[in-house]
């Protein structure tokens, strides 16, 4: 007895209906060699019409049920779409808009008040597709490059002055815009601080100015010098009659008077 594999032999009798025109056919056997249409595919009425006739040769099944399974795989097609627009990969700011949203958080440094990340990023998209945004990772690229973006801030150029730069290292949009109005923040407070410190100093430099004008009117009176004594011997040691006129409490054009 010989072994003979089916699968080998040709095709004795061929399935292909007799009606078919020569488009028909051509589709026909593009359907015998394993092409399947897709959705798009099957939208057109011709191509669903003849699929189902070739499926249901195949099958064995009749028409009312290869609608039911197409119909199935049309729900299901639905249902995929459906979870795809839930994706928070999906939806995306683009870099301008991050950009934005950097600027608003180093905005903080004038206001001097912090606003929910979410906030923020909620002017630049729908509310739907903010949270998905807010928490998708690995965003540290596009922050970084928002940031360089505004390297003319205030608060950039105020924190380089003072020695410790703006640095993004969150990866989140949530964690970033945050991190930036608290780094915006510390950079006022100690901008504030020096503020402070300098008038402070320069209102200690105009009381020990003060003091020695007192002084110096002090020591002229006990030493018997009179002020216009003492207005020449300044103007000769190269003061102005302005600062000649504050020490000594007179006028300027006594002063000038005076010293000629």
Not at 42 to 51: D, K, P, T
Not at 107 to 135: A, N
Not at 146 to 174: E, K, Y
Request: glycine share 4%.
């Amino acid at each position: 007895m010989i072994d003979i594999d089916t699968n080998d032999l040709p095709a004795q009798f061929s399935a292909e209906p007799t009606d078919l025109n020569p488009a028909q056919r051509q589709y026909w056997k593009m359907f015998s060699n394993g092409w399947k249409p897709s959705a798009n595919d099957l939208q057109a009425a011709g191509i669903s019409e003849l699929y189902g006739r070739y499926t249901a040769a195949q099958t064995g099944v009749n028409q009312s049920a290869l609608q039911a399974a197409v119909a199935d795989k049309y729900r299901a097609e639905a249902a995929i779409r459906r979870i795809a627009m839930q994706n928070p990969n999906r939806v995306s700011l683009n870099q301008s808009q991050v950009t934005n949203a950097v600027r608003t958080s180093l905005d903080v440094y004038h206001t001097g008040e912090t606003q929910p990340s979410i906030s923020i990023v909620r002017d630049l998209l729908p509310g739907k597709d903010v949270k998905p945004v807010m928490s998708r990772p690995q965003q540290r690229k596009r922050m970084k490059k928002a940031l360089r973006a505004n390297a003319s801030h205030p608060a950039v150029v105020t924190a380089q002055a003072q020695g410790n730069p703006i640095r993004m290292d969150a990866d989140t949009l949530s964690s970033g815009l945050m991190s930036l109005q608290n780094a915006a923040m510390v950079v006022r407070k100690l901008n504030d601080h020096e503020r402070r410190l300098q008038a402070e100093e320069a209102a200690s430099a105009d009381l020990a100015r003060r003091v020695a004008e007192l002084e110096a009117r002090l020591l002229s009176v006990e030493d018997g010098i009179t002020p216009q004594q003492q207005a020449i011997s300044m103007r000769a040691s190269g003061k102005s009659y302005g600062e000649i006129a504050a020490a000594l409490g007179r006028s300027r054009a006594t002063v000038q008077s005076w010293c000629r």
